[in-house]
Each structure stands twice: as structure tokens, then as C-alpha cells.
């Protein structure tokens, strides 16, 4: 199972609105509503920020939003804060029974 | 408070093994699926596994790189989860996670913990 595509890095100023896709197959991403996106700082562990591809856990920020349309998922945070700057994976189940992640994006507040 | 805790790693030689653990609490253990993921460092996120819950099933499966050598097993009556490797290849140099799955996704994360794998 190859790792879903996602954009290495991603830029954006306070206040502005990003968006990072992340790219899969038919097999992953497009076979399912089980996309995910986490958030990770530097040394520590990863954290849910959003599930079965639009859904907020309790406590995540309404800034952040996920949609998908075919094959390619896409997480947007909207009114970008200097404390959103990590790094960001994306992940889905898959035919196989088994879950596959992105390679990541780093996400930098200018 | 919910929270998984693993242990187990350090540094082994190639073709050692090891077992690591994670303890979990504040949550109904047994009805959990639960997951391994693996960070190699500076790398990113890699799903190592998964176990089902045994009112599920109790199914396991691998991530390619990883099937035949690991393997996943959970004792309910002490909310732990294992994860048994052996053969192990200076590949498998990474922070293993622990983490609980719900639909879409995973919702509870240990702290990880590194395997150096290193003559």
C-alpha cells in the first residue's frame, strides 16, 4: 500500500484560510469515509483533529474542517493562528483492512 | 483520565527482539480496537497494526514491512497491548504509538516509545 500524497509544505499569515489535500486511490481515500487528520508538534504525538472525513473531536478548534471529493481529501484551517504551525498527516482505511498515511506537511505561519 | 502509556522500548542489535507494552486507562479497554504506529526519526507517521476488539473478532492485521515478524496480541484483564517484534532490521528504528481507533480514525495517543535498532 503506497502513502497517500500530500503537499511537503504549505505556507500562510495570520488570519488567512489554507488548505492541505491529500491524494489517494481508489482502494483508500475514495473507497471510504474513514479520512482522518492529525497534528503533530515537534516531539510530540500526534492529534486528532479530524475524522470520518469532516467530523471535529470535542475540544478541536472550528477553524479546522475537512471535505473530500473523489480520490483527494482536504483539511482547510481558516483564520490562521502562529500556534497552528506543525506538522499535519492525513490518513484513511483501506481494502486491505489496513490504514495508510500521508507523507506529511509542514505547515509555517509567515 | 484517559490515557495510554507504552513501555518497552531501548536498543537492540539486528535480528533481536523485543516486546513492547501499552497500559490503558480511563476507557473501556475491551471494547477498544486498538493500533501500533511507527515514526522513524525525522520521518513521518506509519501504521504498523491493528487488533480488533474480541467481541469483534479479535482480527489482526499488518502493515507489509512488518508481516511475519511482528505481532500484535491484548490481554483485556489487564488493559494492556503487546506488540512482539522480532527479527528486527535497523529499519525498524522509530517511535512506536499505541493508539485507539473509533470510526475514521484515531482518537487516543500514548506517548510513544523509541526502538533503536543498532549494532
Known amino acids: 500500500q503506497s502513502a497517500l500524497t500530500q503537499p511537503a509544505s504549505v505556507s500562510g499569515s495570520p488570519g488567512q484560510s489554507i488548505t492541505i489535500s491529500c491524494t489517494g486511490t481508489?482502494?483508500?481515500?475514495?473507497?471510504?469515509?474513514?479520512v482522518s487528520w492529525y497534528q503533530q508538534y515537534p516531539g510530540k504525538a500526534p492529534k486528532l483533529m479530524i475524522y470520518?472525513?469532516?467530523n471535529r473531536p470535542s475540544g478541536v478548534s472550528n477553524r479546522f474542517s475537512g471535505s473530500k471529493s473523489g480520490n483527494t481529501a482536504s483539511l482547510t484551517i481558516s483564520g490562521l493562528q502562529a500556534e497552528d504551525e506543525a506538522d499535519y498527516y492525513c490518513?484513511?482505511?483501506?481494502?486491505?483492512?489496513?490504514?495508510?498515511f500521508g507523507g506529511g506537511t509542514k505547515l509555517t505561519v509567515l | 483520565e484517559v490515557q495510554l502509556v507504552e513501555s518497552g522500548g531501548g536498543l537492540i542489535e539486528p535480528g533481536g527482539s523485543l516486546r513492547l507494552s501499552c497500559a490503558a486507562s480511563?476507557?473501556?479497554?475491551?471494547?477498544?480496537?486498538m493500533t501500533w504506529v511507527r515514526q522513524a526519526p525525522g520521518k513521518g507517521l506509519e501504521w504498523v497494526g491493528r487488533?480488533?476488539?474480541?467481541?469483534?473478532?479479535?482480527?489482526?492485521d499488518y502493515a507489509a514491512p512488518v508481516k511475519g515478524r511482528f505481532s500484535i496480541s491484548r490481554d483485556d484483564s489487564k488493559n494492556t497491548l503487546y506488540l512482539q517484534m522480532n527479527s528486527l532490521k535497523t529499519e525498524d528504528t522509530a517511535v512506536y504509538y499505541c493508539?485507539?481507533?473509533?470510526?475514521?480514525?484515531?482518537?487516543?495517543w500514548g506517548q510513544g516509545t523509541m526502538v533503536t535498532v543498532s549494532s
Open positions: 481508489s482502494s483508500d481515500i475514495g473507497a471510504y469515509n474513514y
Open positions: 490518513s484513511s482505511y483501506t481494502s486491505s483492512s489496513t490504514w495508510v
Open positions: 493508539t485507539k481507533v473509533r470510526t475514521g480514525g484515531f482518537d487516543i
Open positions: 480511563g476507557f473501556t479497554f475491551t471494547n477498544a480496537w
Open positions: 487488533v480488533k476488539s474480541k467481541t469483534d473478532g479479535g482480527t489482526i
Open positions: 470520518g472525513v469532516t
